[in-house]
């Protein structure tokens, strides 16, 4: 009985460890990357232009 609630709490564990470690690949800060400088340029072109997005 000890020792099934131990390896219950076990999974338990693995399980929610593993779904709150954030596992984002190298491809996917460059591309957040590559968007963030995106939408910065364009708000300085919008700028400079005296444009407004509408």
């Known amino acids: 009985m000890v020792q099934s ?7 338990k564990d693995s399980y929610m460890e593993m779904f709150s470690n954030s596992i ?4 996917i800060y460059e591309r957040a990357h590559y968007e963030q400088q ?13 444009l407004i997005l509408r």
């Open 24 to 27: 984002l690949s190298k491809s």
């Open 38 to 50: 995106l939408i910065e340029q364009i708000r300085n072109d919008l700028k400079s232009f005296d």
């Open 5 to 11: 609630m131990f390896l219950q709490k076990q999974i």
